[in-house]
């Protein structure tokens, strides 16, 4: 009845045939894949263009500087006039000294609030809280910035009278802030995928909710959240307008975190604002530095991706 | 004396037919001789508004094995969760009326559910080891319950997979994930792990309908092994699995118990008409 009535008489089929043999279709079925195909070449293109201007402007470097010297020497003091030096460990111990502080501060807190949130929450808290964490991951961290140098450091002043203005504690404790929602959403979800059987199992033996979630949930997640963990350490190397506005820009090699330090990320920072001229060493050491933290977060990300997959467990 | 102990309309329906039927008789004393371990009096239990189980009086002895059969959706299931009370996990689940262990109603207030679930274990439906060790999976509940020298754990271990059959084929693979093994050696290996804490009663929630015919027959033997030591209260779908191995079943329908009696009773001659229709599978 429908093909009689529909306008040229043709049936359902005649006209499903008509449009599959469309030319328009027909171009389109081949292109689409090519120009998706494009897109994703696109970023990985732009990724290795990347790595490369990295790699070369290093390479340039230390035509320049040894590499020894670099990798080993303690005084990081390009700008001093006659007799420069390039001895990165300064700016790396100043990054790590922010990343501890972050994770010391974000680990315990993003871990407790996972497990709130995956055992303990009902859906509404769970359904109003996770939203909320997310946006907090989303705030600039520019903002977290003015945060930690006009709030967070003045009330670690009046805990610790000697705080320099410029410190490594306030910063560090304010980038951990910013990546608790990142371990405790990404934890959450690795422990919210523990299927409740196993969460019954553990119940119907007498154990009570907090063992069910120390004992039973916890390890089984421990993959994700692991990575979740490795995600938000190399977050925390890689941070740079927190440290910038917070940390000072005194590249110092001790433990001290109430004095003013430089991370690798606040020098670039320093140095691509400043007026370093194009082709100067010190226009060449920003690439190198940029390269050595590269590893690092490299380094990081390899590490979170081997160790969901390693770890991972099939339920 | 016999009539002190009449408890419910059930039991009194067993004396009448044993009157009935001498060659009965005896069963049914030696029954009113056993200690009850459940019973439930009226208990009725909602999910929301759903009223999913309604009047139920059921009395349970030690060391029998009962079965439990019915349809999809009859509260079978919902039944034997109430006795541990893990039906308690889904919140909008409202209860009355009483269930004692042990003389004890289990949904007084001040009865930890902890120590409830320590005397009654669970086998579930779909094998749920944990993601652990097999060692792990079977020492977790003594752990749990403050059982730390290594040498107790090890002989723990080791009696409960003897007793869930499964000690020669898992002895020289203890510290290998549980998930590596079969659905039947992983529901053998739940049921290890319950018994690890010598309960006093086993709750099963058909525990072979993951399972192949093999596996289920091997649970089916480890059923009939562990009832010299444990109540056994098996929640099944298959009937012919009820015949075999139960000694008591109780029939439910839509959320009520329909009959109960002895399993060779309820097989060859039920009272209930809708009993002998679910039997002969006209429906269900």
Redesign the interface.
Known sequence: MASQGSGNGQSIQDMIAKSRNSKGKKITEKLMPILLFIAALISVLTTIGIVFTLIFETFEFFQRVSITDYLFGTNWFPFSGNNPTFGVLPLILGTLKITVIAIIVAVPIGLAAAIYLSEYA?DKARRTIKPILEVLAGVPTIVYGFFALTFVTPILQQLIPSLKIFNALSPGIVVGIMIIPMIASLSEDAMSSV?N??R?????????KF?VAI??VL??ALSGIISSIVLAVSRALGETMIVSLAGGATPTFNFDVTGSIQTMTAYIVQVSSGDAGYGTTIYYSIYAVGFTLFIFTLIMNLLAHYISKRFR??? | MVKTMIKNENTMKNIVQSSQNVGEESIIINDQNKNTVFGTKNFNLWYGDHHALRDINLDIKENDVTAIIGPSGCGKSTYIKALNRMVELVPIVKTNGVINYRDRNIFEAQYEVEELRTKVGMVFQKPNPFPKSIYDNIAYGPRIHGIKNKKVLDEIVEKSLRGAAIWDEVKDRLNQNAYGLSGGQQQRICIARCLAIEPDVILMDEPTSALDPISTLKVEELVQELKDNYSIIIVTHNMQQAARISDKTAFFLNGEVVEFDNTDKIFSTPTDQRTEDYISGRFG
């Not at chain 1, 019954?200 to 009570?208: D, I, K, R, V």
Request: no cysteine.
């Open positions: 009902s299927p059987s196993i019954e199992g553990a119940l119907a033996l007498g154990a009570t063992e004992k039973v390890p089984a467990e099939e339920y």
